[in-house]
């Protein structure tokens, strides 16, 4: 092999990896961040931007969890179940029961995983819809929250609010976690051979059952690494904020799902855009984070989230066919020319 043909196919798979399929995204963040403080004066200064980008993290890292069951034809609608799951575990765990802060940690990573191997079970052994099952996982885990925490949240310990609030070399250490988690999850998406069997499972589960691949147990992958993912939002999201409320998972579904779709997974599945997704979960917050300096209620910026989401969608379905209808006038044109 040449170097220029190794220079390409490196300079293809870097590009792959940082667009994560979807320039858009990325455009539009970049122009949303050029147009806040036009709009509103200061929305850039350090206190709010260093503040803000927290949340952004704990929603890119939920929202690479979502993106790869979408990219399994699925959608997932346990994560507010997980999320809270995970923030009872690492809060109430070392509060109420005396656990270290790390069997507290790794028990919110974990346990969280495992309901996601049971959605991938329900899913791929008996042949329950993903919607179903996932609800049924979340009222399940909500049911648990509840039984755990007695209806009290409890506080985060010390040292977990210490580093998640915490910089190092002024960038927040909440951030350095989620740059890592989604440079390690958008590589392997694209240069592991997991990544890649989950890829073709997505694309075509009877392609991908042809060429060997076990297509039951690629999907149930998914969704045990998602359920993992939730947990470790969790973990950062309850280390940043202290004492959360017991259910605040419930804010992040609608969130997880418009950066999914804003970063470019079809929701038909395929190649998950996981770089991407993050990158929609910036554009997200930060969106949110201009509303509420301009003074909207938080029902206003579920609603702009839900109206951005629906003009995606559509744009999704109306642009390739306004193309193939702009492609196919020439011929038209010509064979009525001929005739």
């Known amino acids: 092999m040449t170097n220029s043909h190794v220079t390409k196919k490196t300079g293809f798979g870097l590009k792959r990896l940082v ?42 890292i939920a929202a690479i969890g979502q993106t790869l069951i979408v990219q399994q034809r699925g959608l997932d609608l346990s994560v507010p179940g997980m999320l809270a799951f995970g923030g009872v575990l690492i809060s109430g765990l070392p509060q109420n029961f005396g656990w270290p802060l790390w069997a507290s940690a790794v028990a919110a990573i974990v346990l969280p995983a495992l309901a996601g191997l049971v ?48 910089k190092t070399v002024g ?25 890649r069997r989950l890829t073709s499972v997505g694309v075509s589960k009877g392609a991908a059952t042809v060429i060997g691949v076990r297509v039951s147990v690629y999907q149930t992958v998914a969704y045990v690494i998602a359920g993992a993912l939730y947990g470790i939002a969790a973990v950062l999201y309850t280390g940043y904020v202290a004492t959360p409320p017991l259910f605040f998972g419930d804010g992040y579904l609608l969130p997880t799902v418009t950066a999914v779709v804003l970063g470019g997974t079809a929701l038909t599945g395929g190649r998950a855009a996981i770089v991407a997704s993050a990158v929609a979960a910036l554009f997200l917050t930060q969106l949110g984070q201009l509303l509420r300096a301009l003074g909207s209620p ?42």
Do not use: D, H, Y
């Open 19 to 60: 667009s994560g399929g979807s320039g858009a995204i990325w455009l539009a963040t970049l122009a949303l961040f050029f147009a806040s403080p036009l709009v509103a004066p200061g929305s850039l200064n350090a206190a709010p931007v260093l503040g803000m980008l927290p949340f952004a993290a704990v929603l890119a």
């Open 119 to 166: 959605n991938g079970v329900l899913v791929t052994c008996f042949g329950v819809m993903p919607l179903v099952a996932t609800i049924g996982t979340n009222a399940a885990l909500l049911g648990t929250v509840f039984a755990l925490s007695s209806g009290t949240p409890a506080g985060a310990a010390q040292e977990l609010t210490q580093f998640a609030t915490s």
């Open 171 to 195: 960038v927040p250490n909440a951030l350095l976690i989620a740059i890592l988690v989604v440079a390690v999850a958008g590589f392997m998406s694209q240069q592991s051979i997991t990544g």
């Open 298 to 339: 938080e029902p206003l910026q579920l609603v702009i989230q839900a109206a951005v989401l629906l003009v995606v969608v559509l744009l999704r379905e109306l642009v390739p066919t306004l193309v193939r209808a702009v492609r196919r006038r020439p011929l038209v044109v010509a064979a009525k020319a001929m005739a």
